[in-house]
């Protein structure tokens, strides 16, 4: 196209823009409301309040507080939050009622109901600050809700799970802190030990130990001197959910009751000492960890090595994994 051609459309094109009147204003909808100044710096302490508080929350959890505390951080920001938005509503939110009935959806309506959203917020003079103040209260209650979830295991790295306090030569002690040894361990009771000098809340710490007549013993392979005198210890968390092995079965008259059995009340899963802590009953999927011991020179319990396997509820891929010091 030529270049004068080019300049007689665009010229024609300006004055056609010229001629054009520009379309007036929308009437408003909203009567226009008054600024509040102080509403808008109460909200905006509110929402701050209840960032801290929710920053306040996941400190208490990194620090194990007790529930109560916890609570009340949580409800705390949680409440500053409703009080901010109670504040908004009531104070900086134009409103008006309103006697028709409510419209059919049609595009004009629409449109009508957008412009009323934003001349609602006529009353507003520091948006940027109660964005900001919005923000930091949303990204840490955020934070607050989902800092719970870190509870269910390690995020990038699962070794952690399969480590054990447990290593050749460490002594058995009771909740106390004193020595376990050989003679005090009956065929009638079992008995939660502890590794001398390791933290008890670790969960491969505590075991259940048993003492059973040597003859009825069927070990798994490879674990024929693991139980010297008919002494076993095995993991105390049951391999289903993460309770507590807290039962002992010992039957009272034979043949009529079933062999001894380590129970899980929590969901019944039974295993037998006898086998390795095979599972005979319930939803457990595997056996009970089993720790290899031996008996000190003064009669006094060790541990052998580490655990047969890990430790633990039966999370995807656990026995592909041994048990590690």
């Known amino acids: 196209m030529k270049p004068w051609i080019v300049m007689v459309l665009t010229a024609a094109r300006m004055l056609r823009r010229a001629g054009e009147r520009p379309s007036p204003p929308r009437p408003r909808i909203v009567e226009p409301g008054e600024p509040q100044p102080r509403a808008e710096l109460l909200v905006a302490a509110l929402l701050l309040a209840a960032s801290l508080a929710a920053v306040g929350f996941v400190v208490a959890y990194a620090l194990n507080a007790t529930t109560q505390v916890l609570g009340a951080f949580l409800a705390g920001a949680l409440g500053l939050v409703s009080a901010a938005l109670m504040v908004t509503a009531k104070r900086l939110v134009v409103t008006e009622e309103l006697p028709e009935a409510y419209p059919e959806p049609h595009p004009d309506e629409q449109e009508a109901v957008a412009q009323i959203v934003r001349e609602s917020g006529s009353r507003l003079t520091r948006k940027g600050l109660l964005v900001g103040a919005a923000g930091a209260a949303g990204a840490s209650v955020g934070a607050a809700l989902v800092t719970p979830a870190v509870s269910l295991g390690p995020l990038f790295d699962s070794s952690p799970l ?26 009638d009771s079992f008995y939660t030990a502890y590794p001398e000098g390791a933290s008890k809340d670790d969960i491969g710490a505590p075991l259940v130990l048993v003492r059973l ?19 076993l210890a095995f993991s105390k968390v049951c391999t289903h959910a993460g309770c507590a092995i807290a039962l002992y079965r010992t039957p009272k008259f034979e043949p009529t009751q079933p062999s001894p059995a380590l129970v899980c009340p929590c969901h019944y899963s039974t295993f037998d000492p006898a086998r390795g802590a095979e599972v005979i009953f319930g939803p457990a999927g595997r056996p009970l960890p089993q720790l290899p011991l031996s008996i000190g020179p003064n009669r006094e319990l060790r541990a052998a090595g580490n655990y047969s396997g890990p430790v633990g509820p039966s999370w995807s891929g656990v026995r592909a994994n041994p048990a590690r010091s």
């Open 162 to 187: 399969y480590r054990t306090p447990w290593r050749r030569g460490r002594r058995l002690v009771d909740d106390r802190g004193a020595p376990l040894f050989a003679d005090d361990v009956g065929t």
């Open 213 to 231: 007549d040597a003859a009825v013993l069927a070990l798994p392979a490879g674990r024929e001197d693991w139980a010297p005198e008919g002494i």
